[in-house]
């Protein structure tokens, strides 16, 4: 049985993970969970899976008379707590860690997990863009395994997998459009975080469904795709498809396309990150072709979702830039939450930002946090001279 470890157990990816393991009994122990602060599904979790240790990262949670409560429930589990919680977490040797905390916060723990695991499934998609380059080299270095859950990742993963690389032209990563495709500019700027939530297609956390919206989350993919596949950003083209059955697709240089289709749950490619290179009966649904009917595929409006168009030239940049453009973005989508920006700031903020930076080229791992720090900071210098 091979021992599990999930960063971010409580959110959509990892309770899709459970659900995984759940449908494969004696395959998994679940050595290890992490949450931010949800203690209710973190003690169900506990009770159903009885892992070693725990940790979690809210120190509004952790000192609260829940937390003390859970940790006399159950004596036998180790409790760890905050970041540096986290970073013992993963400390502890483990077969395979999935990886799906949401944002900038992923990156310590992904590099500190490196050495104590053989398969890495990475949900985390701000580690590669803000430290692709050198987290693949470290990942090279430990000779992990590393397994993308993204589901357009997992696809173009499955897909190159049975093509010779020399016949590949390119790599074409699908987008829902997300819950305001089709919107025009003029529309976008009195958009609600309401309106922008209501994603039609997949059930993500508040950040990513923003994202979504923005078509941020799709080039931040980009970034992603370019650091795991070897590819060159020429190499790697969005397109939307509404349906979202179509996960990707890959193209090789006799104009063949081939497409990767299934139903959208995130249990597929979660399925395929911890079993692969092995398949496993589906007990998850099944594709109807004939039911499904037409699919469809359009390019995105460039005036109106701009923010597709600054991960390429974040991502050509490189350097520190690309962590710029994440930290940036982060704190702009939770000011939109909030209500004190709108939606169409959002891109416009961040590229005054990048647009700012000095690219620091082949940066280490604090010039990254420095970058990132500096971004957040003057993000919110931005927002605050344009009035919110």
């Not at 759940?22 to 599904?41: S, W």
């Not at 590669?128 to 696809?155: I, Q």
Request: aromatic share 6%.
């Amino acid at each position: 049985m091979r021992g599990l470890t999930i960063l971010g157990s409580t959110g959509s990816i990892g309770l899709s993970t459970l659900r995984v393991i759940r449908a494969y009994p004696g395959e998994f122990a679940v050595r290890g969970l992490a949450c931010r602060g949800n203690l209710v599904e973190l003690s169900e979790q506990i009770a159903q899976f009885s892992p070693e240790a725990v940790a979690v990262a809210s120190e509004k949670s952790y000192a609260s008379p829940e937390y003390l409560e859970l940790k006399k429930r159950y004596p036998g589990v180790s409790f760890f707590e905050g970041e540096e919680g986290i970073l013992e977490l993963v400390r502890r040797d483990a077969d395979v860690l999935v990886s799906a905390i949401v944002g900038a916060a992923g990156l310590r723990p992904n590099l500190a997990a490196l050495p104590h695991v053989r398969r890495l499934a990475l949900a985390n998609k701000e580690t590669l863009v803000m430290a692709g380059d050198l987290f693949m080299h470290r990942v090279r270095d430990h000779e992990v395994e590393l397994l993308p859950v993204d589901s357009e990742h997992s696809a173009i993963f499955l897909l190159l997998d049975m093509l010779p690389k020399r016949d590949v032209r390119r790599i074409i990563l699908t987008a829902s459009g997300g819950s305001l495709r089709g919107k025009k500019k003029e529309e976008l700027a009195s958009i609600t975080p309401a309106e922008a939530l209501a994603h039609p297609t997949w059930d993500m956390g508040n950040k990513i469904t923003i994202d979504s919206s923005t078509l941020m989350n799709k080039g931040l993919e980009v970034i992603e795709a370019h650091h795991l596949f070897g590819l060159s950003y020429d190499d790697i083209s969005v397109i939307i498809h509404p349906e979202s059955i179509v996960h990707s697709l890959v193209e090789t240089i006799d104009g063949a396309i081939y497409a990767h289709m299934g139903v959208t749950d995130m249990a597929f490619p979660i399925l395929n990150a911890l079993f692969f290179p092995e398949k496993r009966a589906n007990p998850f649904g099944r594709l109807d072709l004939a039911k499904q009917g037409a699919i469809h595929f359009h390019m995105h409006d460039e005036e109106a979702f701009p923010a597709l168009e600054l991960c390429y030239r974040a991502g050509r940049r490189g350097g520190t830039t690309p962590a710029v453009l994440n930290a940036a973005n982060e704190e702009c989508v939770h000011a939109f939450l909030r209500g004190e920006l709108p939606l169409t700031g959002i891109a416009e903020t961040v590229e005054k930002i990048i647009d700012e930076h000095a690219t620091v080229e082949d940066p280490d791992i604090e010039e990254i946090f420095s970058a990132d720090r500096w971004a957040r900071e003057r993000a919110h210098a931005v927002m605050n001279m344009c009035g919110r």
